[in-house]
């Protein structure tokens, strides 16, 4: 067989694999120029890069104004400094994923092509067949690879490391040899400056270079040792020591979950389950090798090598994923480097059984068996195909992965809707949507939960400016803050939803979208001569007759579970027929008073355009106003108001009455004002 026809054998065989990478391509492609949070953390990490461009620093105390994100600091340092050339931008920080990506797979079909020459095109087909795993992979983890974050960097500071101590580890003699593995330990201790997890790394080295070269050992442990840990040192001493509180004791403050350690085992090693099972038979047939042929070929080193990486891997995805908040982007590593192992146990098993079988070598006075040497073929081709299965199995669609032109216009509109706020806006779960408004950017969301688990720290300012409603609005997503730090319900209250069309989604990770607008909470400022019938400012329902529960004894600051989020009410409290829910019937009777005003307005919500949801206004017992909530049912109040003129000097009573038992059968009230 030809040279061209063997390669064209073995391109066949990676099909499988090109066309996920093709799949991978399209969806980086399609999301590489959209110019809003693909994931909830890109923004923040934009801000860090923001700090460390702005000369502020990217580990201050807990502050209003910036917590750092958890991790160490190359990734957001790289960005700022890249930054200053070309500005800093979403696509910036994509562009070194996607670079990182590139140098991923360089590495990759560097090391398929470290094979010998006879195993040359089995090795090319199974590092592509290892890219297709790890591109097959992308769903898995939700799109992780090609985002403002610093995981792929890692992944390619790791993988080359590994890739580059192998082949330098036994090459050449003198210092010029030494240098080059300190450089390798180290960039492995820089990884650990992008990913905390580069310990593992580190550690994981160590058994390479003993097996490889073990004269080699002091000059990788002085690199890796000399950048990270005298790196630690110095941003230990220009933080104030706030460096490792937070890359390591808030970190290791957080929840650890033993069931979902022992969980990402199966999740992992199953993930691909015919690649799992061709690298278990690889490993037996590189052992069969050994002890028969005495002979470990040149494509089971790298078989062997990878396979211990992926071993590495795993482990480092369990404990990654078994830390609190933590996503599937810690599983990563484990997809690269089980792609590999599972690539390279394809020359690996072709060269392996050619020893076996002897198929290399003529028996006396005749040519090669041909039958021999087709049954090696055989049984790589065979591993191919069944990793082939899988990755035809776990085809997708890179459409759900890419933001759509509606998508990019809700952010369009969002960004409008925050600059058309007035004053001073916090947009916790976003900040970086904040300054492409033109406003001042606070503290990401996830910082405050970070130092406020587990072991709570002091947020400098930020209970103080809450308080005392330094935000003009908070823009809020629809699972944020208010759910957890209770003094913004205490001194905020809704007032709207974001426009439905101004909520560009998440494609990645947590999927959040921009919910509400927050505004202070307080007495609503009235005009002169306003005669105040009820607001429920003092929130129980002192001198009014109450019949029925559904509207409870008081008056409540949020919507009840199961209500919704309620909005546009005045002041911090209103009234609702909600308690017990829609099934619940009631009467609320006010006080007596008299009409010495022109119009009564009043705020109302709830149940729309149903007679048995009213607001009356009793003269005598009789109702001679009625009112209900308008189309479509909402909890957004809406104004209404009647013209009582000719009541004038009458005694009257408002009556909020609630006799509906169906869906939407309750209703809100507010602000019922007497106009001079």
Not at 21 to 44: C, K, N, T, V
Not at 112 to 129: D, F, N, W
Not at 301 to 327: I, K
Not at 330 to 340: D, N, S, V
Request: glycine share 10%; aromatic share 12%; proline share 7%.
């Amino acid at each position: 067989m030809n040279r061209f026809l063997r390669l064209l054998f073995w391109v066949v065989l990676a099909a499988p694999a090109l066309y996920q990478i093709f799949l991978l391509l399209w969806a980086i492609a399609g999301r590489f120029a959209y110019p809003y949070d693909l994931e909830w953390m890109e923004g923040g990490v934009l801000h860090g890069s923001h700090r460390i461009a702005e000369g502020d620093g990217l580990y201050p105390p807990p502050s209003v104004d910036f917590i750092p994100f958890l991790y160490t600091p190359l990734y957001p340092g790289l960005v700022a400094v890249l930054g200053s050339i070309f500005g800093l931008s979403y696509q910036l920080g994509r562009a070194i994923s996607v670079l990182a990506l590139c140098g991923i797979a360089w590495t990759v079909i560097a090391q398929g092509l470290t094979a010998s020459p006879a195993h040359r095109p089995a090795g090319l087909a199974g590092a592509l067949i290892g890219l297709g795993l790890f591109a097959a992979g992308y769903p898995f983890v939700e799109g992780w690879y090609d985002i403002v974050r610093g995981d792929t960097l890692f992944l390619l500071m790791v993988t080359t490391s590994v890739y580059a101590l192998t082949r330098w580890a036994r090459a050449d003699e003198g210092p010029w040899a030494q240098v080059r593995i300190a450089a390798i330990g180290a960039i492995l201790g820089l990884s650990f400056f992008c990913k905390q997890t580069g310990v593992m790394y580190v550690l994981a080295a160590g058994p390479i270079i003993l097996a490889y070269n073990w004269r080699r050992v002091p000059a990788l442990v002085g690199g890796a040792a000399f950048v990270g840990l005298g790196g630690s040192w110095l941003m230990q001493r220009t933080t104030g020591g706030w460096f490792w509180t937070y890359v390591y004791e808030i970190h290791q403050a957080h929840d650890w979950n033993k069931d979902r350690f022992w969980k990402s085992f199966d999740l992992i090693l199953l993930h691909f389950r015919g690649a799992t099972m061709i690298i278990v038979v690889a490993l037996c047939v590189v052992v069969a090798c050994a002890v028969l042929r005495r002979k470990l070929p040149k494509p089971a080193r790298a078989f062997l090598l990878w396979t211990y990486m992926y071993a590495v891997s795993t482990l480092v995805g369990a404990l990654g994923w078994g830390t609190e908040f933590a996503h599937f982007n810690a599983y990563m590593p484990a997809l690269l480097h089980g792609g590999i192992a599972a690539g390279m146990a394809i020359p690996t098993v072709l060269a392996c059984a050619t020893e076996l079988l002897r198929a290399d070598i003529p028996l006396p006075n005749t040519e090669p068996d041909t039958r021999r040497i087709a049954a090696t073929w055989a049984a790589a081709a065979l591993c191919a195909m069944v990793i082939g299965r899988d990755l035809v199995d776990t085809r997708w669609n890179p459409r759900a992965f890419i933001p759509t032109a509606r998508d990019r216009q809700a952010g369009d509109e969002l960004i409008a809707t925050l600059r058309a706020l007035p004053g001073e806006v916090w947009v916790p779960s976003h900040p970086w949507y904040a300054h492409l408004a033109g406003k001042r950017m606070y503290v990401h969301r996830m910082g405050v939960k970070d130092v406020t688990v587990r072991k709570p720290r002091p947020i400098r300012g930020l209970d103080r400016a809450i308080a005392e409603k330094r935000f003009d609005a908070i823009v809020l997503d629809n699972r944020d803050l208010h759910l957890e730090l209770s003094a913004i319900t205490t001194h905020y209250r809704p007032d709207d939803l974001v426009p439905r069309n101004a909520r560009p989604r998440l494609f990645t990770g947590a999927k959040i979208v921009p919910d509400a607008i927050w505004v202070p909470a307080g007495a609503a400022a009235r005009p002169p001569d306003v005669r105040v019938i009820a607001d429920f400012e003092e929130p129980r329902f002192e001198h009014w007759t109450i019949y029925g529960s559904a509207w409870g004894d008081s008056a409540e600051r949020t919507g009840l579970p199961g209500q919704g989020l309620v909005r546009r009410y005045g002041g911090r409290w209103f009234a609702t027929s909600f308690h017990g829910g829609d099934v619940r019937t009631g009467t609320l009777i006010s006080p007596p008073f008299v009409i010495d005003g022109s119009r009564i307005t009043l705020r109302i919500a709830g149940g729309a355009d149903d007679p048995q949801l009213r607001v009356e206004l009793r003269i005598d017992g009789l109702a001679v106003r009625t009112a209900s909530p308008p189309l479509p049912p909402s909890e957004r109040f809406s104004d209404v108001e009647w013209n009582v003129g000719d009541l004038r000097g009458q005694t009257a009573a408002i009556a909020l009455v609630d006799d509906s038992t169906v869906s939407w059968g309750h209703m809100n009230v507010d602000e019922i004002w007497l106009w001079p």
